[in-house]
Nanobody, 124 residues
């Protein structure tokens, strides 16, 4: 199983980035896919998730209206489009897969697979 995240980097306040996560080794379409993040000195937190078919999404309040999550079940990839970035968004972003998710508000301890993380740094 592999979740390969990419797209992180350094961006100025107000800028945009798109994260990608390429999945392999499991039946991608059967999993709810999501993103968590961990800022320096803080606990890891839920960011966004997309349903198995891609028709439903959920977001943390802190990113609603700025971030968009989507998936491509042909290419086995999940994306996180981020706009209006601010320094509080600086974190390592992790791609996740959850087979048994009953809600799109994913719980960290129920995640089946984690990616390696990609660093997003937003300068002021």
């Amino acid at each position: 199983v592999q979740l390969q995240a990419s797209g992180g980097g350094l961006v100025q306040t107000g800028g945009s980035l798109r994260l990608s996560c390429a999945a392999s080794g499991f039946t991608f379409r059967n999993y709810v896919m999501g993103w968590f993040r961990q800022a320096p000195g803080k606990e890891r937190e839920f960011v966004a998730a997309v349903s198995r078919g891609g028709g439903s999404t959920a977001y943390a309040d802190s990113v609603k209206g700025r971030f968009t999550v989507c998936r491509n079940n042909v290419e086995n990839t999940v994306y996180l489009q981020m706009h209006g970035l601010n320094p509080e968004d600086t974190a390592v972003y992790y791609c996740t897969a959850d087979w048994n998710a009953r809600s799109l508000l994913l719980e960290e301890n129920a995640i089946d697979y984690w990616g390696q993380g990609t660093l997003v740094t937003v300068s002021s």
